[in-house]
């Protein structure tokens, strides 16, 4: 096991600010949020830990009256542009993508499951190139440094939609820099009862990490981005599942159970990176040690339009606060 060790010329800018989050799944009153935290929290860099993308396609029927539509169970008529435009944004904030149809596309929606795949990738990764686009906008002059990296919810076509452009970064499966810090993240996790896009066996996660781990400075110190926590951390406490993903309870009480990975775990105790920022288990809110090393959940209420979000300030290469926000 060895630390991450500051070098002796003095970094540039010795004390540096960041902003983390994860798992807005595809609201963009969250993603907005991220983009303000820049200028509002007045940090060097923002970074967003993961799955990025939404769970739901809300078709917009075009009928004589307008467009028809169904959201939150609550059918919704829009009967000219202006409206239109207001029910689609309203789609977008609470995390669906809103997709424009004929009646006949609508049926072929219903009845076409390979083609309702099709249009929901489509849709979603127009919605992810719009986001970049936003902040590559909203940041152009700022100065500050922005990595956005997927998630394991998020298809393996978002990462086509995530370049290294002049604003947005994707750091995921490599070492990135920021300033002095070296940036190592890894959006894969072990094996959930979801079937989602990036799961790996623990054994070949760790792998994965460790391949990437080999192009680190052992003389600077480095920043994690793990999508998952690391295991019997208090960061990945979930509710524990039967096998017909049921949720346990006991005394009337939630069943609470570790889900995290022990590779992440295992990776995080033998680098011992100054700080490692996680997300994927939205019920674990909090901050520990591992060893030497921060290890933060800033949690998700994306549903409820709420950010969850981790403030970090970091000098000569050490924590030297660390506050857990909501916005």
Not at 168 to 190: C, F, K, T
Not at 228 to 255: E, I, K
Not at 263 to 280: D, N, S
Request: aromatic share 8%.
């Amino acid at each position: 096991m060895w630390p991450f060790v500051r070098k002796q010329q003095a970094d540039a800018r010795a004390t540096v600010r960041l902003f983390y989050s994860s798992d807005i799944h595809g609201s963009e009153r969250c993603w907005l949020k991220f983009l303000n935290a820049a200028r509002f929290y007045g940090v060097q860099a923002i970074i967003m830990g993961g799955d990025l993308t939404g769970k739901l396609l809300v078709p917009l029927v075009e009928e004589a009256q307008g467009y028809r539509a169904l959201l939150l169970g609550q059918p919704m008529l829009a009967r000219d542009d202006a409206e239109l435009a207001e029910l689609e944004k309203n789609i977008r904030f609470n995390g669906f993508y809103p997709y424009r149809c004929s009646p006949a596309e609508y049926q072929r929606l219903e009845t076409d499951p390979t083609y309702l795949e099709e249009v929901f990738r489509q849709v979603m990764v127009a919605a992810v190139r719009r986001w970049v686009a936003l902040a590559e906008e909203r940041l152009s002059e700022s100065g500050v440094a922005c990595f956005v990296m997927a998630g394991n919810d998020d298809e393996l076509a978002v990462d086509d939609v995530l370049p290294d452009g002049p604003v947005v970064r994707n750091p995921d499966g490599r070492v990135l820099e920021w300033g002095h810090y070296q940036i190592l993240a890894e959006s894969w996790v072990p094996p959930t009862p979801w079937n989602s896009p990036r799961e790996l066996s623990e054994e070949a996660l760790e792998a994965r990490i460790r391949a990437v781990a080999v192009h680190l400075d052992r003389d600077r110190p480095a920043i994690f981005v793990l999508h998952s926590p690391p295991y019997r951390s208090t960061l990945d406490d979930a509710p524990q599942l039967r096998d017909d993903l049921t949720v346990v309870t006991t005394g009337g009480q939630v069943a609470m159970t570790p889900v995290g990975s022990v590779a992440v775990r295992r990776v995080i105790e033998t680098y011992q990176p100054v700080l490692a920022l996680h997300g994927h288990i939205h019920e674990s809110r909090g901050a520990v040690r591992i060893g030497n090393t921060l290890c933060i959940n800033p949690g998700s209420a994306y549903g409820e339009g709420v950010l969850h979000g981790a403030l970090v300030t970091l000098e000569h290469g050490r924590i030297r606060s660390h506050q857990l926000v909501s916005g």
